[in-house]
C-alpha cells in the first residue's frame, strides 16, 4: 500500500511538472504579442509619460495670477528737531495689496493651447506605437515564417529519409548501384543543411521578438502561432484612403498643429493688449492736513502704455506660424496618400503570384515528386529525373513560403499606412 501511495505521488509530481511545462511553453497569439509589448516596453511607456506632463503644464497654464502684498512704514523720525525726538510718533503703516488683471481672455487663450499641445502629443503617441506595432509585426511574421520553413525543412528530411530505407532495401535486393545509392546518400546533407539554417533562423527571429516585448523568457520557452497564409479579400483602394485619412495620428497631429497655431496667434493679439494693475492699501496714522484722519484707504490704477511694444513680432510670428502648419498638414496628407497606394500596389502584386502557387503550383510539384519517386523505384525514370524533382518540389516550397512572408510584411505596411489594422 506505501509502494503504490508513492507510485501515486510521484505520477501527480509528474503531471504537474508537465503541466507546467506546457503552460510555460504555450504558444502566443498575435494579440497576446501586441498586449505585452503595450504594457511592457520601455519606449512606449516612457511616451505616455510626457502626454502625463503635457496634461500637468495644463494646470499651470490656466493658473491664475497671483496677488503681491507689499507692507510700506514711513514717516518714521531719525533726527530730533527744537530739542524734541519723537520717532515712532509720525510713522505710517501702510499694507498694500495689488493685482494683476488679465484682459481679453488671455488664461483660457493660454489653457486652449496647452490643451492643443496635448492633442499633439496623444497622436504623437499614438504615431511611436503605430510605428513600434509595424515593427513588431515584421518580427513577429518572421518568427512565423522560420516556423513554417522548419516544420517545412523537417517534412522535407522525413520525406527523403523513407526514400533512402526504401533505395537501401532496392540496393540489398540488387535493383540499383552503389554509386547511386552515394548519390542519394550524399544529397541528404542538403537537406540536414535547411534543417539546421531553418532552426538558427527560427531561434535568431524569436530572439529579436523577445528583444521587442523586453522580455527575459528562455528562448526554448517562448513559441507564438498565428495564420501563416494569404487573403486575396481586399478592401477597395478609395475606401483604404479614407480609412487612412480618419485614422493616421501623424495626419490628426498636422491638423492639432494648425488649431493650436490658430490659439496661439489669438493669444498673441491678447497678450498685445493691455492689462491694468490694481492696488489697494490702508495707512494708520498718516501725516495728512487732516488731523483726525488716523485710519485711511487708497486705492491705485496703474496702467501701462503700450507704445513701443505691442506684441508685434509675435503676432506675425504665429500668423506665419499658421501657414506653415497648413503646408505640413497637406504635405502630410500627401505622405499618406502615398504609403497607402504603395503599400496596396504590393499587397495586389503579391496576392497576384500567390494565387497560382495555391490554385496549382503546390499540388502540382507534390504530384511531380511523387510520381517521379513511384517511377524511379520501379525503374522507369534515372536518378538524375529524381533529384531533380526532389530540388524542385523543395524550390516550390520554399518559394511559397518566402511569398507568404511577403504577403505578410506587405499587409503589416498597409496596416502602418492606415494607421490601423484592415488586413489581420
Not at 504579442?33 to 497654464?61: C, H, M, V, W, Y
Not at 481679453?104 to 486652449?112: A, F, I, P, S, T
Amino acid at each position: 500500500m506505501r509502494r503504490l501511495s508513492r507510485r501515486l505521488w510521484f505520477g501527480l509530481f509528474l503531471v504537474a511538472v508537465s503541466a507546467q511545462s506546457g503552460w510555460a511553453q504555450r504558444a502566443l497569439t498575435w494579440q497576446e504579442i501586441r498586449d505585452k509589448f503595450e504594457a511592457a516596453n520601455p519606449t512606449l511607456r516612457a511616451g505616455q509619460i510626457g502626454i502625463d506632463e503635457s496634461r500637468a503644464q495644463e494646470i499651470t497654464a490656466f493658473l491664475r495670477p497671483n496677488p503681491n502684498f507689499t507692507l510700506a512704514v514711513d514717516g518714521t523720525q531719525i533726527a530730533s528737531a527744537e530739542g524734541v525726538l519723537q520717532p515712532f510718533r509720525g510713522t505710517q503703516v501702510s499694507p498694500i495689496f495689488s493685482y494683476l488683471h488679465e484682459r481679453q481672455h488671455k488664461r483660457e487663450l493660454r489653457l486652449e493651447s496647452a490643451q492643443g499641445a496635448t492633442k499633439i502629443a496623444v497622436s504623437g503617441q499614438a504615431d511611436l506605437e503605430r510605428t513600434l506595432i509595424f515593427t513588431l509585426r515584421m518580427a513577429f511574421v518572421q518568427t512565423l515564417q522560420e516556423k513554417a520553413v522548419l516544420d517545412l525543412a523537417k517534412e522535407n528530411l522525413a520525406y527523403y529519409d523513407h526514400l533512402l530505407d526504401v533505395n537501401r532495401e532496392r540496393y540489398k535486393a540488387g535493383a540499383i548501384a552503389q554509386v547511386d545509392l552515394d548519390r542519394l546518400e550524399l544529397q541528404r546533407v542538403t537537406y540536414e543543411s535547411d534543417l539546421q539554417t531553418a532552426e538558427v533562423n527560427m531561434r535568431t527571429a524569436k530572439i529579436q521578438l523577445l528583444a521587442l516585448l523586453n522580455d527575459r523568457t528562455p528562448v526554448e520557452q517562448f513559441d507564438v502561432t498565428g495564420a501563416f497564409d494569404f487573403s486575396n479579400q481586399i478592401a477597395p483602394l478609395d475606401e483604404v484612403r479614407q480609412t487612412a485619412v480618419d485614422n493616421r495620428p501623424d495626419l490628426r497631429a498636422a491638423v492639432h498643429s494648425i488649431d493650436k497655431a490658430k490659439t496661439d496667434h489669438r493669444l498673441a493679439v491678447a497678450n498685445g493688449s493691455t492689462d491694468p494693475t490694481l492696488s489697494v492699501w490702508y495707512t494708520r496714522n498718516p501725516s495728512f492736513n487732516n488731523p483726525f484722519a488716523f485710519h485711511t484707504f487708497g486705492a491705485n490704477v496703474s496702467i501701462p502704455l503700450r507704445i513701443f511694444d505691442r506684441n508685434q513680432g509675435e503676432k506675425l510670428r504665429t500668423q506665419l506660424d499658421i501657414t506653415r502648419n497648413e503646408r505640413l498638414r497637406d504635405a502630410a496628407e500627401a505622405r499618406v496618400f502615398s504609403d497607402v497606394d504603395s503599400a496596396y500596389a504590393t499587397v495586389n502584386s503579391t496576392v497576384i503570384l500567390l494565387q497560382p502557387y495555391k490554385d496549382r503550383y503546390l499540388q502540382q510539384a507534390s504530384r511531380v515528386r511523387d510520381t517521379i519517386a513511384f517511377s524511379y523505384e520501379h525503374g522507369a525514370a534515372s536518378l538524375l529525373d529524381f533529384l531533380n524533382a526532389q530540388a524542385e518540389y523543395r524550390s516550390v516550397q520554399v518559394n511559397y513560403l518566402n511569398l507568404v512572408a511577403s504577403y505578410l510584411n506587405a499587409a503589416t505596411q498597409l496596416n502602418l499606412a492606415v494607421g490601423r489594422e484592415v488586413i489581420q
